[in-house]
């Protein structure tokens, strides 16, 4: 019975896991094409990632935010702990629509930061949850890979998959609090670059498609955990059943 249920709380997990994976590699593999095909032509008006960035923050009377250049690719972020708009290097130094759409995008993060966005105060707060949840659900994924007769006759398993559905229903609702927060991002970068002229027509499609399949990466994200919370879910009500 151990072993049974043992092997259906992992292999179910998996394949999930799989699937949203390969879900995620068609996503992320889209994604790079389409900034490598934007990262291609030049914006009119010639500015770079950093100038944009620069730019919009001022627009935007947030102050006290630098505007930094790090390693890697599409490594983009923006730190609410030492207020820096991080850009890759291509973004940094790009004069594209690709590198306008990231850098205005992570300043939208910033200008949440500085309104006190509600969606990312609230996934700031959920982060060392998170975190905890991800330690809590190692450490048992350990213990049923190496030692897993001995855990189910020491903790009952419903309490197991309890705990499962503890850190997965962590895990889904900071996948979901996120998703607003990257559309409310992108939505004031899009609207920043077309009132203030930064891109032309043709240039701002560009970018708002660029934004999208960025946060499509999000979407399928959060729907992958959600899958994986009602799998558990499922598991616990057929045991009462």
């Known amino acids: 019975m151990y072993s049974e249920m043992n092997g259906l709380m992992q292999n179910g997990a998996f394949l999930i896991g799989i699937v949203f994976m390969l879900i995620g590699m068609v996503v992320s593999f889209t994604l790079k094409s389409k900034f490598q095909r934007y990262s291609q032509t030049p914006i009119s008006n010639g500015m770079s990632g950093k100038e944009i960035a620069e730019k919009m923050l001022a627009d935007n009377g947030v102050y006290g935010v630098n505007v930094i250049c790090v390693e890697g690719e599409l490594t983009d972020h923006y730190n609410p702990q030492n207020r820096t708009v991080n850009l890759s290097y291509d973004v940094y130094h790009g004069r594209n ?5 990231v850098a205005a995008h992570e300043c939208g993060h910033a200008i949440q930061h500085a309104e006190k966005y509600s969606m990312l105060e609230m996934r700031s707060a959920l982060v060392p ?4 949840s991800g330690k809590i659900l190692n450490f048992i994924l350990l213990l049923s890979i190496f030692g897993g007769y ?6 009952p398993i419903d309490t197991i998959i309890y705990l499962f559905i503890g850190c997965y229903g962590v895990f889904t ?3 979901f609090v996120t998703l607003p927060v990257e559309f409310d991002a992108s939505r004031r970068a899009l609207a920043w670059m077309t009132n203030r002229g930064i891109v032309t027509k043709s240039e701002h499609a560009n970018a708002k498609d660029a934004l999208t399949w960025a946060a499509l990466t999000y979407v399928v994200a959060a729907v992958g955990s959600l899958a994986t919370l009602l799998y558990y879910i499922s598991l616990l009500n057929n045991r009462r059943d």
Do not use: H, N
């Open 173 to 175: 609702l900071f996948s």
């Open 150 to 155: 001995a855990l189910y006759k020491t903790i």
């Open 129 to 132: 949850i998170q975190a905890v």
């Open 97 to 101: 629509a690709a590198a306008a759409a």
